[in-house]
């Protein structure tokens, strides 16, 4: 994440909260840290209501995180791929007022289907939240009728700026995030934590 930051947003400070679930452990890299493959949902890409259970259980601990360690002051724009793409706008379904924006980088939707999992959808859309979803159109792990749903919900709830970038497997690119670094300039978010 340190890579990427210091491209798209130079100046802003950044938390890169580790995934809890451990789905594989490799050791240290040379720099010390701990390597390997970690999740926030009990299956990779869970479905129904268990997404639903574990992206609202996943939110309101990383929610927990922000108002115990960032100034209410603050603004905080929530970053993620895959599953963290997820979480990134599901924490504006679980705390509408406290996310200046999010960025869903091949990010897919919690359904909503379970009483109480996103309870700020109603919200939502009157604030117009500022939201980048950037996705590949090649994408082998995101199902294409799933990033249509999540692209026609945000443009339903969120102020959505949304980019699908041609031969982009499930990953990020240069050009998506040249393409993050102006929609952050354009939302004057020049600084706060993302």
């Known amino acids: 994440i340190a ?11 950044y938390v890169s909260l580790r995934a809890p679930l451990v789905l594989e452990e490799d050791g240290s890299s040379s ?5 390997g493959a970690y999740s926030w949902f009990h299956d990779c890409v ?15 601990a990383i929610d927990r ?18 599953q963290g793409g997820l979480l990134a706008v599901h924490l504006l379904r ?3 007022t406290r996310y200046r924006a999010a960025i869903s980088l091949s990010g897919f939707l919690a359904p909503g289907v379970v009483d109480g999992s ?13 939201v980048f979803f950037g996705y590949g159109l090649a994408d082998t792990v995101i199902p294409r009728y799933e990033i249509q749903a999540m692209s026609a919900w945000l ?6 700026t949304s980019h699908g970038y041609p031969r982009l497997d499930h ?7 040249a393409d993050i670094r102006q929609w952050l300039m354009l939302n004057d978010i020049s600084s706060g934590v993302i």
């Open 3 to 13: 890579d990427i930051m210091r491209y798209i947003a130079p100046f802003n400070d």
């Open 31 to 35: 720099s010390g840290r701990s390597t």
């Open 46 to 60: 869970p479905t129904g209501e268990d997404l639903d259970r574990d992206a609202y259980a996943a939110a309101d």
């Open 65 to 82: 995180w922000v108002t115990e360690n960032v100034p209410a002051d603050r603004d905080v724009v929530p970053l993620g791929f895959s």
């Open 94 to 96: 679980v705390n509408a």
């Open 118 to 130: 996103a309870p700020e959808d109603d919200a939502l859309p009157e604030r117009e939240t500022p």
């Open 155 to 160: 443009d339903e709830h969120t102020w959505l």
């Open 171 to 177: 990953s990020v690119s240069l050009e998506e995030f």
